[in-house]
């Protein structure tokens, strides 16, 4: 089957969830190989909500940079090894996991007006927060797993 038709469903049937994987190697300082597949992970996300669920595109804008945000993090502060997502859909709510190999729980950057980096967990909450829905993260010894969940409203559009 080809990539074309891979993604495409009968009609009726919702596509499902997105999963993909980003491999850090061990004894990267900067991460930079596995940072170039971020974007490529927010695409897909986006091409899921927007093609393959019709969900609405001011939502569609918000659930990439956070799936952006919370994925960079992981790239960036979960370890070595494999990092793991899904976003899934199911009327009325999408749910975002993304799994890590770091025990250690993420935390508020106390940055100041000048800093680049260091907002990612900051930014992902606001952007749940405003949306209403529920940002956590779990910890345990081999790692961590941040889970949110999102009401989605489709006052427009196709939402299924």
């Known amino acids: 089957m080809t990539s074309a038709h891979r993604d495409q469903q009968p009609r009726?049937?919702?596509p499902p969830p997105l999963e993909r994987s980003i491999e850090r190697g061990p004894?990267?300082?900067?991460?930079?190989?596995?940072?170039?597949?971020?974007?490529?992970?927010?695409?897909?996300?986006?091409?899921?909500?927007?093609?393959?669920?019709?969900?609405p595109s001011d939502f569609t804008d918000d659930v990439s940079l956070l799936v952006g945000e919370l994925l960079a993090n992981a790239v960036l502060h979960g370890?070595?090894?494999?990092?793991?997502?899904?976003?899934?859909?199911?009327?009325?709510?999408?749910?975002?996991?993304?799994?890590?190999?770091?025990p250690k729980a993420p935390r508020s950057?106390?940055?100041g007006p000048e800093d680049k980096n260091g907002r990612g967990w900051d930014i992902a909450r606001e952007l749940v927060a405003e949306r209403r829905g529920q940002l956590e993260?779990?910890?345990?010894p081999t790692g961590k797993v941040i889970t949110c969940l999102l009401p989605v409203r489709c006052d427009e559009g196709r939402c299924a």
């Not at 597949?37 to 909500?49: E, G």
């Not at 370890?79 to 899904?86: A, D, L, M, Q």
């Not at 993260?137 to 345990?140: M, N």
Request: proline share 5%; hydrophobic share 40%; charged share 20%.
């Open 137 to 140: 993260a779990l910890t345990h």
């Open 109 to 111: 950057g106390h940055t």
């Open 27 to 55: 004894g990267e300082e900067a991460p930079s190989e596995a940072l170039e597949q971020v974007p490529l992970v927010r695409r897909a996300t986006r091409q899921r909500m927007t093609v393959g669920w019709g969900l």
């Open 79 to 102: 370890g070595t090894g494999r990092i793991f997502v899904r976003v899934g859909y199911s009327a009325p709510v999408l749910s975002i996991v993304v799994a890590d190999r770091s």
């Open 12 to 14: 009726g049937i919702a």
